[in-house]
């Protein structure tokens, strides 16, 4: 089995700065891709962005290319999200996930296990 724990989540003035981490217990951490994705009140979960099992190769959503950064460092077992210039519409529950493949994925259907999400809140 897989747990994943989502952190750093907090109150954040638009144009500010957060990162999250996803700390993964229970299986080889290093052989599989990972991702994030967010869900806002009243909206469907949404991918954000993915990085492959090696680091070497990630994906956005436009929606936040140019302002987030996924990276993972395979000997803590755990993946971050560095999110600069947050909108109040980057206003969500944060999860990360992971999938039993060494690409990467963009679906919620590509992806097998989840943390329990952390909450991301912008003010204007």
């Known amino acids: 089995q897989v747990q994943l724990v989502e952190s750093g989540g907090g109150l954040v003035q638009a144009g500010g700065s957060l990162r999250l981490s996803c700390a993964a217990s229970?299986?080889?951490?290093?052989?599989?891709?990972m991702g994030w994705f967010r869900q806002a009140p009243g909206k469907e979960r949404e991918f954000v962005a993915s990085?492959?099992?090696?680091?070497?190769?990630?994906y956005y959503a436009d929606s936040v290319k140019g302002r987030f950064t996924i990276s993972r460092d395979n000997a803590k077992n755990t993946m971050y999200l560095q999110m600069n210039s947050l909108k109040p519409e980057d206003t969500a529950v944060y999860y990360c996930?992971?999938?039993?493949?060494?690409?990467?994925?963009?679906?919620?259907?590509?992806?097998?296990?989840w943390g329990q999400g952390t909450q991301v809140t912008v003010s204007s």
């Open positions: 996930a992971t999938r039993v493949a060494a690409g990467l994925g963009y679906r919620i259907n590509d992806y097998d296990y």
């Open positions: 229970g299986r080889t951490f290093s052989s599989y891709a």
């Open positions: 990085i492959n099992w090696s680091g070497s190769s990630t």
